[in-house]
Each structure stands twice: as structure tokens, then as C-alpha cells.
């Protein structure tokens, strides 16, 4: 009996043995594959970053402004190059106005000096009526021109001639006016509408976007990146060609209203001049 027991337990210990050296290997085997999962994970990551980052840094060296012009739609395109041929057309306008409106102001402060300087008006007249004048010159010149009509012709007709000379003036200072007006027009419509072609350019570029995302299926920046960056460029140029328009055409409302009241200073005191000459004669 006794030997039965001790043969009995030791079967039993020599199981119990096998059974924990059996869950030993379980449990090291587990850890084992926990371990290569952990660093396959940790390498595959790895790899992702790397070749994010690589990917980002292609689209960041890729978006310079020719490759951002070459990359975008032809709708795009279309967008930029017809706001920078309003920007190149602004920036003409501006210079030719310039030099015009110092051509005019050097012109009428030269005639004033001249009428003012104890000159008799008729040969102010003559030397003036020999040549092509403009601004002031021509102002007088038509009144200077209706004055003399009405007293060389054989009628000597005094009525109404004070109103005939004002409005020949009124005439001569409108053509002015519209001389210097002249194209001022463009750098409103560019400084107003500027933005908002430039805004659809946007709209398109975003559009685009997300056409790339809905075909690759992909979310990533570098995906999404070359859309928008073109959206923004045809945003810039659009308030680069209208921000320059508004700033030039409001100066030079200004400077046209500032000249078109020296005009009718000088037409409202030669008036004066001309009605007590008539007065005088009639």
C-alpha cells in the first residue's frame, strides 16, 4: 500500500511538473511574440514618419511660384494671368497719370505767372491761339475766342455775352476734366472686382483639393497642400492688382478734383474781368 501511494504521488508531482513547465513556455513564447510585435509596430512607424516627412518636404521644395503657376488648373491659370495683365495695365495707368497731372499743374502755374504778371491779354491771347492749348491756356483761350467774335462782328451783339463766355469756359473746363478722368475708370473696376476674381481662383483651387483627396483617397497634407497653395496665390495676385488700383485711383480722384476747382477759380475771376470790360464798352 505504501509503495502504491508513493508510486501514486509521485505520478502526480511528475504531472504537476510537466503542466507548469508546459505554462513556462506558454507564457515565454507570449512574451516573445509581445516583444516582435512591439518593435515591428515601432519600426513601421518609423517608416510611416520617414516617409511622411519625406513626402512633406517634396511638396514644401514643390511650391515655389513657377511650380505653383505650371501645377494649377487651366481655370486657375486663366485667373492669374488675366489679373496680372490688369495689375501690369494698372501700374501704366498710374505712370501716365503721374507724369500727366505734373505736366498740367507745371502748365498752370507757368499760365498764371504769365496772366498775372502784367502781360496785356491780347498778346497773351495771340501767343497762346498760335499753338495747341490745354488746361487753363484753354480755358482762356475759348473765352478770349467768344470775346473777340462778338466785338469784331459788325452787329457788336453785348447781350448775353457774359453767358456765352461762362459757358465756353464751363465747356473748355469739362473737356479738361475728362482728359484727366480719362482710364481712371480701369483702376476702379480692378480695385473693386480684383478680389472677387481672385476669390473664384480660391474657390477653384479648393475645389480641386478635394477632388485629389476624393481620388486618392488620402488625407494627407502632401495631398492637400499643392490646392491650396494654389488657391492662396490666386488670392495674393488678385489683391496684389487691386490693392494698387484703389490706392491710385483715389489719389488721383483727388488730384483731378483739385485741378477742375483751380479751373473754375480762374474761370469764375476772369469772368469777372471780361463782365467789367462789358460794362465798360456797353
Known amino acids: 500500500m505504501i509503495r502504491k501511494s508513493e508510486t501514486r504521488f509521485s505520478d502526480e508531482d511528475h504531472a504537476q511538473t510537466r503542466a507548469l513547465r508546459g505554462y513556462d513556455l506558454v507564457i515565454r513564447r507570449f512574451l516573445q511574440f509581445a516583444t516582435l510585435a512591439c518593435l515591428l509596430a515601432t519600426a513601421s512607424s518609423a517608416s510611416a514618419q520617414q516617409v511622411e516627412t519625406q513626402s512633406l518636404s517634396l511638396a514644401a521644395s514643390d511650391v515655389s511660384l513657377i511650380s505653383l503657376f505650371l501645377q494649377a488648373h487651366w481655370v486657375v491659370k486663366s485667373v492669374m494671368l488675366g489679373l496680372l495683365a490688369c495689375s501690369v495695365w494698372v501700374w501704366a495707368i498710374a505712370i501716365d497719370k503721374i507724369f500727366l497731372y505734373a505736366r498740367t499743374k507745371r502748365a498752370m502755374d507757368r499760365f498764371e505767372q504769365a496772366f498775372w504778371s502784367g502781360q496785356s491779354i491780347e498778346e497773351l491771347y495771340r501767343s497762346l491761339s498760335a499753338k495747341p492749348t490745354q488746361s487753363m491756356a484753354a480755358c482762356f483761350v475759348a473765352a478770349m475766342r467768344e470775346w473777340k467774335r462778338s466785338f469784331e462782328s459788325q452787329t457788336r451783339s453785348f447781350a448775353g455775352l457774359q453767358m456765352r463766355i461762362e459757358k465756353v469756359m464751363n465747356v473748355s473746363i469739362a473737356r479738361e476734366v475728362e482728359r484727366l478722368e480719362r482710364r481712371l475708370l480701369v483702376l476702379a473696376t480692378v480695385g473693386s472686382a480684383g478680389p472677387f476674381v481672385g476669390l473664384f481662383g480660391t474657390v477653384w483651387g479648393i475645389m ?40 491710385f485711383y483715389n489719389k488721383f480722384i483727388s488730384e483731378v478734383n483739385r485741378q477742375a476747382q483751380r479751373l473754375e477759380g480762374f474761370a469764375d475771376e476772369f469772368s469777372a474781368i471780361l463782365s467789367r470790360q462789358i460794362d465798360e464798352r456797353a
Open 208 to 247: 480641386s483639393s478635394f477632388q485629389s483627396i476624393a481620388a486618392s483617397k488620402n488625407t494627407s497634407l502632401a495631398v492637400v497642400a499643392p490646392g491650396i497653395a494654389e488657391a492662396l496665390f490666386a488670392t495674393a495676385i488678385g489683391l496684389i492688382a487691386a490693392i494698387p488700383a484703389t490706392i
